[in-house]
């Protein structure tokens, strides 16, 4: 495997919500193909994430890589991990991916709502990375901003207290 200065992890979300193309999936892929090329001399690892949600015809990993490919990141600059079901699992599992190719420098994109729990996430697990944080606009009505914002509070307060449970100890 050819060593990447850098790498960008999308993380995964749904491509299509009740039949209809998801505002934040494409929200997620625009912002990541003007990251790549912006950052394209460097050649940079996309390692896309996220599983098979039930009821769409593919993961989410997989999704994201056809939309990078259509718009032109080439096939060989994207890896997908299509296993992982949440956010922490996508920093869990791209770890292992970055270090295989020697990637160090890492941004994540997400969408703005999510940075802030993202943030928390990889740079808990991701230690040694120079991580950087690329928020894609919503693309979401206020009152589902509304919504997501206090659901992304919740899971912040949770995995906060899971957090201090795990690092307590016995």
């Known amino acids: 495997m050819a060593k990447r200065l850098m790498g960008i992890v999308v993380l995964g979300c749904p491509s299509v919500i009740k039949g209809t193309a998801s505002r ?3 929200q997620r892929v625009a912002a990541s193909f003007q990251l790549y090329e912006a950052n394209k001399q460097h050649n940079p690892l996309v390692l896309c ?6 009821g769409s015809s593919e ?7 056809k939309s990078l490919i259509s718009k032109g990141v080439p096939e060989e600059n994207i890896v997908v991990e299509e296993l992982s079901r949440s956010t922490l699992e996508n920093a ?7 270090d295989a190719y020697g990637v160090k420098n890492v941004a994540v994109v997400t969408n703005k ?6 943030r928390y996430i990889f740079e808990s697990m991701c230690d040694g990375y120079n991580l950087t944080f690329e928020a894609a606009p919503d693309g979401v ?9 206090k659901l992304e509070n919740r899971k912040m307060v949770n995995l906060r ?3 201090i449970h795990m690092t307590a100890g016995p």
């Open 141 to 149: 009505t206020k009152e589902q901003l509304y919504e997501l914002t």
């Open 113 to 118: 709502f999510h940075v802030d729990r993202s």
């Open 24 to 26: 934040m999936f494409e």
């Open 49 to 54: 994430t996220g599983y098979h949600i039930a």
């Open 161 to 163: 207290t899971k957090m």
């Open 92 to 98: 869990v599992m791209s770890k292992p991916i970055l």
């Open 59 to 65: 993961a989410q990993a997989r999704a994201l890589r």
